[in-house]
């Protein structure tokens, strides 16, 4: 018999992964130590050190990573297993007294940023150039830590010269920043504590979040990807099979944490309107609205690359065939 291969998996804590965490499900030939880490933590670590054989990663953090002519010189190869999914409409954030009453009065001002190139703040630069008329050009960027100071870019970035970008003062934080009106907005993905602590010098730019979220859905049909699955690129040359054997896994985990989530007897998770809030996703969304593969997040994946390129991040436009294991987009005809 052929002995299992062992795999640690750094990954968050999510429904959709804990059938794998837990090894109710396991992939084929494979015995998987999975390690529950904060998405920064994880990121950082595998970014910067490639830690872990397989791991959770942003996103823009992987397409910055791929090498223009050499694709398989990237330290990664990515599965289309998107562990987070997220509308992000509700990370923008302004100062009260910044005269921002709309998105459209972003143009001119200055908009912190943990990281520029975070992928939830690559995907709100498009939509709001896309929709509201703020090219990502038309504001100055301040980056640093949101609520502790010294954060740096976790991935090397080579920006246009044209761009106006600065780091936060030695010492000082976004999330103070913002509130004392140092700048005027901040885009990040977690909410800043100021917000959190009902500070009225704090508030949202879309002040109806959900409304703005299910227009954009409906507009566009989109429901943007943050965090794909990696495996280490040396892990993956030596056991091709690897990626088919996850991804079939964690297709798996994500359809046992679906049918979890639709148990009426007793409410998965502490949200007292969780099942009609599930039913309406499906209405408006269909019944796989977290869906996995390149099947129906074709056109998703395709314009968060065109932000991604058109922002400076990436020297060539990706297409979304060439960011993922072959193994993992071809289905066996049987």
Same mark, same amino acid.
Request: charged share 25%; aromatic share 10%.
């Given at each position: 018999?052929?002995?299992?291969?062992?795999?640690?998996?750094?990954?968050?804590?999510?429904?959709?992964?804990?059938?794998?965490?837990?090894?109710?499900?396991?992939?084929?030939?494979?015995?998987?130590?999975?390690?529950?880490?904060?998405?920064?933590?994880?990121?950082?670590?595998?970014?910067?050190?490639?830690?872990?054989?397989?791991? *959770?990663?942003?996103?823009?953090?992987?397409?910055?990573?791929?090498?223009?002519? /050499?694709?398989?010189?990237?330290?990664?190869?990515?599965?289309?297993?998107?562990?987070?999914?997220?509308?992000?409409?509700g990370s923008l954030y302004c100062n009260a007294d910044a005269?921002?009453?709309?998105?459209?009065?972003?143009?001119?001002?200055?908009?912190?940023?943990?990281?520029?190139?975070?992928?939830?703040?690559?995907?709100?630069?498009?939509?709001?150039?896309?929709?509201?008329?703020?090219?990502? /050009?038309?504001?100055?960027?301040?980056?640093?830590?949101?609520?502790?100071?010294?954060?740096?870019?976790?991935?090397?970035?080579?920006?246009?010269?044209?761009?106006?970008?600065?780091?936060?003062?030695?010492?000082?934080?976004?999330?103070?920043?913002?509130?004392?009106?140092?700048?005027?907005?901040?885009?990040?993905?977690?909410?800043?504590?100021?917000?959190?602590?009902?500070?009225?010098?704090?508030?949202?730019?879309?002040? /109806?979040?959900?409304?703005?979220?299910?227009?954009?859905?409906?507009?566009?049909?989109?429901?943007?990807?943050?965090?794909?699955?990696?495996?280490?690129?040396?892990?993956?040359?030596?056991?091709?099979?690897?990626?088919?054997?996850?991804?079939?896994?964690?297709?798996?985990?994500?359809?046992?944490?679906?049918?979890?989530?639709?148990?009426t007897s007793a409410l998965r998770f502490a949200l007292p309107?969780?099942?009609?809030?599930?039913?309406?996703?499906?209405?408006?969304?269909?019944?796989d609205f977290w869906s996995y593969g390149l099947d129906g997040?074709?056109?998703?994946?395709?314009?968060?690359?065109?932000?991604?390129?058109?922002?400076?991040?990436?020297?060539?436009?990706?297409?979304? *065939?060439?960011?993922?294991?072959?193994?993992?987009?071809?289905?066996?005809?049987?």
């Amino acid at each position: 018999m052929m002995a299992r291969l062992h795999l640690t998996f750094a990954c968050g804590d999510y429904d959709r992964t804990r059938a794998l965490a837990e090894e109710t499900i396991r992939p084929d030939g494979i015995d998987l130590t999975y390690l529950r880490l904060p998405v920064e933590e994880t990121f950082f670590r595998m970014m910067r050190h490639q830690e872990f054989e397989v791991a *959770e990663m942003s996103l823009s953090s992987y397409v910055l990573s791929l090498r223009p002519g /050499d694709v398989g010189a990237s330290p990664f190869v990515a599965l289309p297993v998107f562990t987070s999914r997220m509308f992000r409409h509700g990370s923008l954030y302004c100062n009260a007294d910044a005269g921002i009453a709309s998105p459209e009065d972003l143009r001119g001002k200055v908009v912190g940023t943990p990281e520029y190139q975070l992928t939830a703040c690559v995907w709100m630069r498009g939509i709001l150039g896309d929709r509201h008329g703020v090219p990502f /050009d038309s504001v100055s960027y301040v980056t640093g830590g949101q609520e502790t100071a010294g954060r740096i870019e976790k991935a090397s970035v080579d920006l246009p010269d044209s761009l106006r970008i600065s780091r936060v003062p030695e010492g000082r934080t976004l999330s103070a920043m913002l509130a004392t009106g140092e700048i005027d907005a901040l885009c990040t993905p977690r909410v800043p504590s100021p917000f959190v602590a009902g500070d009225p010098r704090v508030r949202r730019v879309f002040p /109806d979040v959900v409304a703005s979220e299910k227009e954009y859905y409906a507009a566009t049909g989109i429901f943007p990807i943050m965090h794909v699955v990696v495996i280490r690129r040396d892990v993956y040359d030596r056991h091709r099979w690897v990626a088919q054997s996850l991804y079939k896994a964690l297709l798996a985990a994500k359809d046992e944490a679906y049918a979890d989530l639709y148990d009426t007897s007793a409410l998965r998770f502490a949200l007292p309107w969780l099942i009609p809030q599930l039913e309406e996703a499906r209405a408006l969304m269909g019944k796989d609205f977290w869906s996995y593969g390149l099947d129906g997040n074709h056109a998703t994946l395709a314009t968060f690359l065109r932000y991604h390129h058109e922002q400076g991040l990436s020297t060539r436009r990706w297409t979304p *065939e060439e960011l993922f294991a072959p193994e993992s987009t071809e289905s066996a005809v049987i």
